[in-house]
């Protein structure tokens, strides 16, 4: 319990950092930047707390989930210029959160007693789910449907991984870091190696003819 | 509930399909496109059950429903480019989802008890949802907005015939999938003839009497 | 438990208003702004119903809620181009929306039990949430980021002083439309009067290193 508290608010906090730092991209002004932290913060675990029927989901019925937000927010405000230029911080938040979220969802839905494969698929939804709100919302195509990058790959490892250790009655605190260390690591590494998934279809010219027949009346 | 189910599992095969396709039509990769599969396949039917409040939803208490999602995702990658080229398939599943998904989204609200009025409104809701999560996350304008087609009347005649037959007693295996079918023939008819509804102001005029003045500080 | 039907059943209208003007701004077919309607009249509420854990959210288990839905449709499609083109309506009616729902999701919550921080929270996110819906699903950027206006804090403010009032035991039929009313003026005359919010990072040159850096592989 302790765990999963301390991996959710951990996740909030980065997630909640990702979503300041897209309004400050988007110049958004400071009430913008706090909603859309707070979305992205709290979405993917509302979601998550709606569908495995809790009751009130955690981050209403326990207002310190309101802490990691506002400290997120003030961060990015206070971070200086020289700061923010130094890396791509956007995507280290998000595979911070993506890695605490897809352990935290995909324990506490084992938690609540379900199936190891739906808490699987409730622990990626939980880790994909408030990046998603944030770009859709932000209205640029999601980074998981860009097709030059891997984004949902180490979330359903790191979902798998806790399933399984869960399974086995090894999931413990320092299990669980080393499996959201994994998944951190694996996001970046993918993404600064640039790695690819294969397409959905088996040719482009199949994607192609997709497009041309979608297009006809 | 075994009508409801079958409803259920090949609406959710259908939908996953033309999420399939949407990816393929958009060169997502093979994760990007079992995810917008699992949206649109499952999205619908989570926002019905948590608004019938019957618990966890059915997608996530029961992993068969992955099945159809899995089955929809293979299906479209081993088709061949000249078969995806013969027809709009993406049309075509989603107006089987659609279909599937007015009967058993209506038959399960009135199940749960719900008044036939708001049963036909979750019936419509579960029927359109999951088709407008696809659009908006492919950053695509809904087909339920486009005013060159029609979507969602199809859908309400559908639910409103399936409370029909359900207050008189005759909703059973045979008459559901007779209402289906007439849904699916009637969207596909439309779409083909390019049947319009009217405006939604009384005159071209009244329209852009509001885009100009909303545009006003 | 009445001022909260009527300040609901009213903010549906007014949402629903705003829902119909898109759609007509953007000319949708009658049945594309019916749905608009009800999802920008009802989707906050439903929204707002989830978390509080009441059961069947109230637009679905009372009918009722449908009727300032299609009334809403029913006027903007009576209404004449020359009233449409008198002044913003779309702001007018989305105003009136925020300022009903901001008391309205901060009371019920309140009456549910939850602490006061987390009503006010939940009032905002109520208040807001079918403004949002409706500019992502028209595919416009929502006004809730719009940096060159104040759209939450209006609510913030309304939503605190109803946790306020209601503390105090205060809070009643005509304080509470006091608050909606003082709401409703904050919203139009910070509209009218250009007000602007601080940016979300301290300066435009820290946006700018966010921005360069986040297109950075």
Request: hydrophobic share 55%.
């Amino acid at each position: 319990m302790t765990l999963s508290l301390a991996a959710d608010l951990l996740g909030v906090y980065f997630f909640a950092v990702s979503g300041s730092l897209m309004a400050a991209r988007r110049e958004f002004d400071i009430i913008g930047s706090l909603f859309l932290a707070s979305l992205v913060g709290l979405g993917g675990g509302v979601v998550r707390d709606l569908i495995i029927n809790v009751g009130v989901p955690n981050s209403f019925a326990n207002p310190v989930y309101l802490a990691p937000v506002a400290l997120a927010a003030l961060s990015v405000y206070a971070a200086s210029t020289q700061f923010l230029r130094q890396t791509n911080w956007l995507l280290v938040a998000d595979a911070a959160g993506l890695a605490l979220f897809c352990i935290s969802g995909t324990s506490r839905a084992l938690q609540h007693g379900l199936h190891p494969i739906s808490a699987v698929l409730l622990g990626v939804t939980t880790a994909v789910g408030g990046g998603v709100l944030r770009d859709v919302v932000a209205n640029e195509t999601p980074s998981l449907f860009n097709r030059h990058d891997i984004y949902a790959i180490p979330a359903l490892v790191g979902a798998a991984l806790t399933a399984a250790l869960w399974g086995l009655g090894a999931y413990n605190l320092v299990t669980g870091f080393v499996v959201a260390a994994s998944v951190f690591v694996f996001r970046i590494a993918a993404h600064r190696g640039g790695w690819q998934a294969p397409l959905s279809v088996h040719a482009r010219s199949a994607a192609a003819a997709v497009r041309v027949s979608s297009r006809r009346a």
